[in-house]
């Protein structure tokens, strides 16, 4: 079983649309959720990172929510553009006494129909 | 700024044969890492270098081997390569380690194929 689930796997959308994309976690000790973009051939660029007092925060179009207790977090979209198409990937960072561990979502690819 | 540079970008090889991804960062970053990326499945940590002088395995480092050639310079090494190492190869840095609330940054990654 996953430890980092992503849904859907796969979303088509018109330009302009809003949509929302889902992480749930059964990891722990959490200590931060970053959201990735992965533009098609590229690696993976952050997006946003949440800590775990944090229950939402917006970098332009892109909102992210955290819920700790649920240990769901979603990643928001508002106004899609063409350039939004890419693979989207909820990463969870775990903390234990001397060690920590990434733990990648398998993603969702976003598609932007004109 | 170049931040991570993979090399090759693509390489087809023949089962058994060997090959090293390179990889260079030029953000004085400390930790160093290396992934795969299979379909439908999230990233996949092979081995890591948490400071120059040092490495350890991940998830997966069975066939692979690395060298933390220096704080800018991270190799991995397929000795003998098989049809399961088909995938695609991300190298990617950090500025600190385990405790770290900093992004990784990646690399565009190195696509092999092993027939």
């Known amino acids: 079983k996953n430890q980092v689930e992503q849904s859907p796997q796969s979303l088509i959308i018109l330009e302009g649309k809003n949509c929302t994309l889902q992480c749930n976690y059964t990891v722990s000790p959490f200590s931060n959720l970053r959201w990735y973009k992965q533009d098609t051939g590229r690696g993976p660029v952050s997006l946003t990172i949440?800590?775990?007092?944090?229950n939402t925060k917006s970098n332009g179009r892109y909102t992210a929510t955290l819920d700790a207790d649920t240990k769901q977090s979603s990643l928001h979209i508002t106004a899609s553009q063409l350039s939004d198409s890419a693979s989207y990937i909820c990463v969870v960072n775990l903390v234990y006494s001397s060690a920590s561990k990434i733990i990648f979502g398998s993603g969702t690819r976003l598609s932007i129909r004109p | 700024n170049a931040g991570v540079t993979q090399t090759p970008k693509f390489q087809v090889l023949k089962t058994g044969q060997s090959m090293t991804l390179q990889c260079a960062q030029d953000?004085?970053?400390?930790?160093m890492y290396w992934y795969r990326q299979d379909p439908g499945m999230g990233l996949r940590l092979i081995y890591y270098s948490a400071s120059e002088g040092t490495t350890d395995k991940g998830e997966v480092p069975n066939g692979y081997n690395v060298s933390r050639l220096n704080k800018r310079e991270f190799s991995l090494r397929l000795e003998s390569a098989a049809p399961s190492q088909t995938s695609v190869y991300f190298c990617?840095?950090?500025?600190?380690?385990?405790?770290?609330?900093?992004?990784?940054?990646f690399g565009d990654g190195t696509r092999l194929s092993i027939l």
């Open positions: 990617a840095s950090r500025t600190t380690g385990m405790f770290s609330n900093q992004p990784q940054h």
């Open positions: 949440m800590t775990f007092s944090e």
């Open positions: 953000m004085n970053h400390n930790s």
